[in-house]
Every structure is written in structure tokens, then in C-alpha cells.
């Protein structure tokens, strides 16, 4: 069975600082990996999505990695800005047929100004 | 594309009462999934259809719950009867085979 870990589990940074999100996951065969971004209330955002086969994806100033083989990935964060302040959740997409997304429990980041 | 629909945004029930939720996947999508959120658990899969028919419910916490997906365009998931530990906010998600696109939830509360 999948299990996604995301760590830390709250971050807090100054505005401006570059960050580093991290997420592993237990089972390597995934299909693919999406990056969400969900604020207080809300729905959750599609932000990034790497499949397999692919080792980063890049969308303005946010940037995600994946290894499979260590069963990580990270999600960078340049420049960041009051408005990126929100929970982070990354989810792993099962292969062979399940398509089944298994999410980590998110990252709460704050920027402060 | 309006996105993945839910309705009602939010319901208050009391305990015993049935509740359906309702959701609206994007047009052409052929996997749907309900998610419930909570402070304790996070997200978890309660369930996921391809091409309307369930796949995996191994996540329904008890029978309580059911889902159905009568054609492509429209889900539901049914408790009956709810319990105030029901109350968390589910979610419906539709996806093809790559990118998963989320609806605004439904927060529900039993009291």
C-alpha cells in the first residue's frame, strides 16, 4: 500500500527566501506525482505534475523534482511571496491499472512579510 | 470548462438524517474520485470509479456510505444515517489518466 510523507509539516519564512517542499512516497511504480496547493477553506489547486518518465516540471517560480528510485520529490519555491502562504500536498498516482491517488498531509507554509 | 461541480458547499444535518452529496466531473474525464478531508486523517480515498463503474471503495468507512455514478456526468455519495463523526469536508475530483482537477468540497456538519 502507498504511503506519502510530506515533511515539515509547517514551515515559516521570510518573504523573498528561496524553499524547499519535500514528499516520499513508499511504493516507486507510480504513474505520476501531482503538487497541489489548497488555502484555508478552499478547494485544492493543481500546481505541478511530473509523470514517471519525467525528472522535473517547471511552472513560473515553482519548480518539481521527482526520483523515483529514492521514492522522493520536492517542490521549489524561488522568491517567495505572501501570497504563496498555503497548505502543500503532493500525491502519488498508482500504476498498473489503479490510477489511485495516495496524498501525503501537506506542508502549511507561511510567508511573512 | 466550469471544472469539477459539488453541491451543496456546505450542509448541516442532524445526526440520523441522510445526506447526499453531489458532484459534477469535467466533461470527458473518465475517472471520478470522493476524498473526505479532516484536521486528524488528511485526505482519504473513500472512492474511485473509472468509466462509472467502482473500482476501489476499499476506503467507504462503513456501510453507511454509498456512491454511486449513474453516467458520466454525474456522481453521489450517500450517508445514511449520518453520525456527527461524519462531518469533514469531501471532496470529488475527476481526472484522465494523468492530471487529477478538484471541486470546492462540501463541508458537512452532523450535529
Known amino acids: 500500500k502507498q504511503e506519502v510523507t510530506q515533511i515539515p509539516a509547517a514551515l515559516s519564512v521570510p518573504e523573498g527566501e528561496n524553499l524547499v517542499l519535500n514528499c516520499s512516497f513508499t511504493?516507486?511504480?507510480?504513474?505520476?506525482l501531482q503538487w497541489f496547493r489548497q488555502d484555508p477553506g478552499k478547494g485544492l489547486t493543481s500546481l505541478l505534475l511530473i509523470q514517471s518518465s519525467q525528472r522535473e516540471q517547471t511552472s513560473g517560480r515553482l519548480n518539481a523534482s521527482l526520483d523515483k528510485s529514492s521514492g522522493r520529490s520536492t517542490l521549489y519555491i524561488a522568491a517567495s511571496q505572501p501570497g504563496d502562504s498555503a497548505t502543500y500536498l503532493c500525491a502519488a498516482r498508482s500504476g498498473a491499472g489503479s490510477y489511485q491517488l495516495t496524498f501525503g498531509k501537506g506542508t502549511k507554509l507561511s510567508v511573512i512579510p | 470548462d466550469a471544472g469539477v461541480i459539488q453541491s451543496p458547499r456546505h450542509e448541516v444535518t442532524e445526526m440520523g438524517q441522510e445526506v447526499t452529496l453531489r458532484c459534477k466531473p469535467i466533461?470527458?474525464?473518465?475517472?471520478l474520485f470522493w476524498y473526505r478531508q479532516t484536521m486528524m486523517r488528511g485526505l482519504e480515498l473513500l472512492i474511485y470509479?473509472?468509466?462509472?463503474?467502482?473500482?476501489?471503495d476499499s476506503g467507504m468507512p462503513e456501510d453507511r456510505f454509498s456512491a454511486k455514478m449513474p453516467n458520466a456526468s454525474f456522481s453521489t455519495l450517500k450517508i445514511q444515517p449520518s453520525e456527527p463523526r461524519d462531518s469533514a469536508v469531501y471532496f470529488c475530483?475527476?481526472?484522465?489518466?494523468?492530471?487529477?482537477?478538484f471541486g470546492q468540497g462540501t463541508r458537512l456538519t452532523v450535529v
Open positions: 466533461s470527458g474525464h473518465n475517472s
Open positions: 511504493d516507486s511504480a507510480i504513474y505520476n
Open positions: 470509479f473509472n468509466n462509472n463503474v467502482p473500482i476501489d
Open positions: 475530483a475527476s481526472s484522465l489518466a494523468r492530471e487529477a482537477f
